[in-house]
C-alpha cells in the first residue's frame, strides 16, 4: 500500500504563484513516475505534469513554462510550482503514483491518489 499526501494548496489572484507538495508512504520503492492530475467542477480529471525516478519531466500544454515539477527521491515527496496562476487552473489538485514505465497521461493509468488540495485562481 502507499499513501499520500498532499499540502500547499489555497487562494491566489491571478498571476500569483503556489506551491503543491506530496509526501509518499509504504511501498513506493518500485515505484517509476510521480505525477499531478486535477480536476475542475464539471469536468474530468486532466493530467497536469509527471516526473520519473530519474527526474525526466512530462507537461500538460496548458502549464508548460508556468509550471515545475521536481522530486526528492530520498525524502519520497514530489513538489510543484505553479507560477503566473490563471483562472482557468482553479481545481483540486491531486498527487499521483504509478508503477508504469511510461508517464500516466490519463487517471486510469495511476496506481495511487492522493486526497486532493484545492486551489482557487481569482481573477
Known amino acids: 500500500q502507499v499513501q499520500l499526501v498532499e499540502s500547499g494548496g489555497g487562494l491566489v489572484q491571478a498571476g500569483g504563484s503556489l506551491r503543491l507538495s506530496c509526501a509518499a508512504s509504504g511501498r513506493t520503492f518500485s515505484s517509476n513516475f510521480m505525477a499531478w492530475f486535477r480536476q475542475a467542477p464539471g469536468k474530468e480529471r486532466e493530467f497536469v505534469a509527471a516526473i520519473s525516478r530519474s527526474h525526466g519531466t512530462y507537461y500538460a500544454d496548458s502549464v508548460k513554462g508556468r509550471f515545475t515539477i521536481s522530486r526528492d527521491n530520498a525524502k519520497n515527496t514530489v513538489d510543484l510550482q505553479m507560477n503566473s496562476l490563471k483562472p482557468e487552473d482553479t481545481a483540486a489538485y491531486y498527487c499521483?503514483?504509478?508503477?508504469?514505465?511510461?508517464?500516466?497521461?490519463?487517471?486510469?493509468?495511476?496506481?495511487?491518489w492522493g486526497q486532493g488540495t484545492q486551489v482557487t485562481v481569482s481573477s
Open positions: 499521483a503514483l504509478t508503477y508504469r514505465i511510461t508517464p500516466p497521461e490519463r487517471g486510469t493509468q495511476v496506481d495511487y
